[in-house]
Nanobody
């Protein structure tokens, strides 16, 4: 089974940018959807962005216009470009593919005000 590993998290100040990467141990070609979720302390995990069939993008309302999801099948990776970060973006970010559904282990993003 394909395994996913996130990277790129860290501590940044409000207004700065980060790029999260999700590297797959095998081909991403068979997965119809790649996505990023996040979970803040005390809150449920929520969908941040999704790319469906390499054509359709979906974004949670709070990140529209600031975050961009992209995919590079030749590198077996997909990404989350995050601009103009805000303190409320602080969370553990998880990459996810389906089907079958597979999760990465998460990477922490902290945005200070």
């Amino acid at each position: 089974q394909v395994q996913l590993v996130e990277s790129g998290g860290g501590l940044v100040q409000s207004g700065e940018s980060l790029k999260l990467s999700c590297a797959a141990s095998g081909s991403l070609g068979s997965f119809i959807r790649v996505a990023w979720f996040r979970q803040a302390p005390g809150k449920e995990r929520e969908l941040v962005a999704a790319l469906i069939r390499e054509k359709t993008t979906l974004y949670d309302e709070p990140v529209k216009g600031r975050f961009t999801i992209s995919r590079n099948n030749s590198e077996n990776s997909f990404y989350l470009h995050m601009n103009n970060l805000k303190p409320e973006d602080t969370a553990n970010y998880y990459c996810n593919v389906r089907y079958p559904e597979i999760w990465g282990q998460g990477t922490r993003v902290t945005v200070s005000s």
